[in-house]
């Protein structure tokens, strides 16, 4: 009996061994396809919000407790624009990230929400091109738009972004990510600390019926 649990316990510290052996060759294999794959959607939002430019240069802000990434684009030497790599945790369904393209002279060249869980043909209308809280922004300074404590917000709030029809939280959750894209962009470009967003768009629907099925309380 003792001779038959040894070897149990062997054949079980082996298969245990050969296992971990397994998941590490795995995780070696699988670990710079991933960064490279990483790194590819990151040079494909750089293009897509930035104006031409040969290469970027990051810089890591935390702004809120959340992790911002600035890219400084320059051209010949020259800058040519900034991009933000920002998020909010106020979406309806989750966290949303985006990439927000500015100009040298801080307008917004273009937005590129990387990541979102809004509701399917409600809050996910986010990334469709030419949808309303893009347009109501693109090509814009942020400080000429009529801000609410001195951050973009939409109409429903004060301010005067559109809001994705039946989507006022996910609007919400676009706007808050823009303006700590905003707020880091402005802490690179001018060498001013960044400060927190704190936006009050959860404060917002504190006062609002709860959500309905398909809907956003909007």
């Excluded at 809050?123 to 000429?144: A, F």
């Amino acid at each position: 009996m003792e001779s038959t649990l040894k070897n149990m316990v062997a054949v079980l510290f082996g298969i245990t061994l050969v296992a971990s052996a397994g998941v590490g060759v795995v995780n070696m294999i699988t670990v710079e396809p991933i960064a490279q794959s990483k790194q590819a959607a990151t040079t494909a939002a750089l293009t897509e919000v930035l104006p031409p430019f040969d290469e970027t240069t990051s810089e890591e802000l935390t702004i809120d407790e959340m992790p911002i990434t600035v890219y400084t684009a320059t051209k010949g030497g020259v800058v040519a624009g900034y991009a933000v790599q920002s998020m909010s945790k106020l979406g309806f369904g989750g966290a949303v990230r985006m990439m927000v393209g500015f100009d040298p002279d801080g307008r917004v060249v273009n937005i590129n929400v990387l990541e979102q869980t809004e509701t399917p043909g409600l809050g996910t209308k986010m990334c469709d091109e030419g949808n309303p809280l893009l347009g109501s922004v693109k090509g814009q300074r942020l400080e000429d738009k009529q801000l609410v404590d001195g951050k973009l917000a939409v109409r429903k709030d004060g301010g005067d972004v559109d809001a994705l029809t039946a989507a006022t939280i996910s609007s919400r959750a676009y706007v808050d990510a823009v303006n700590r894209a905003w707020m880091a962009y402005k802490s690179v470009a001018t060498g001013t600390p960044a400060t927190d967003v704190a936006s009050g768009a959860s404060q917002q629907t504190n006062n609002e019926p709860a959500a309905q099925e398909g809907g956003q309380n909007e």
